[in-house]
């Protein structure tokens, strides 16, 4: 893993988190009815681990989401962090 993840799993790490604890889970709780370890939740709000798209659908699932939503917040996420740009205006790009 590089030491600036991508900012889209960046986004997407925020977005499960969130949406995790308003649901009511546990990282572990969480891991329990997806059928996934609590390490590998952990790795996943961590940004240490990308996701499949069967996995993420099946989180979605299981916090009653639509897979669509949490990516759409996680594209917002990222586009709002590009809103920060230098003194130029320009966005920055690391």
């Known amino acids: 893993m590089t030491d600036h993840p991508d900012p889209l799993l ?3 790490a925020a977005v499960l988190r969130r949406h995790r604890r308003a649901a ?3 990282q572990e709780g969480l891991a ?3 059928g996934l370890s609590p390490r590998y939740i952990s ?3 961590t940004c ?3 996701p499949t798209l069967g996995t993420m659908a099946d989180i979605a699932d299981v916090l009653g989401l ?3 939503r949490m990516i759409a917040e996680a594209e917002a996420g990222v586009e709002d962090d590009q809103v920060v ?3 130029s205006g320009q966005a920055a790009k690391d």
């Open 85 to 87: 740009g230098d003194a």
């Open 32 to 34: 329990h009815e997806v």
């Open 43 to 45: 790795l996943l709000e």
């Open 48 to 50: 240490r681990h990308q």
């Open 24 to 26: 009511g889970f546990t």
């Open 66 to 68: 639509p897979l669509a």
């Open 10 to 12: 960046t986004a997407f």
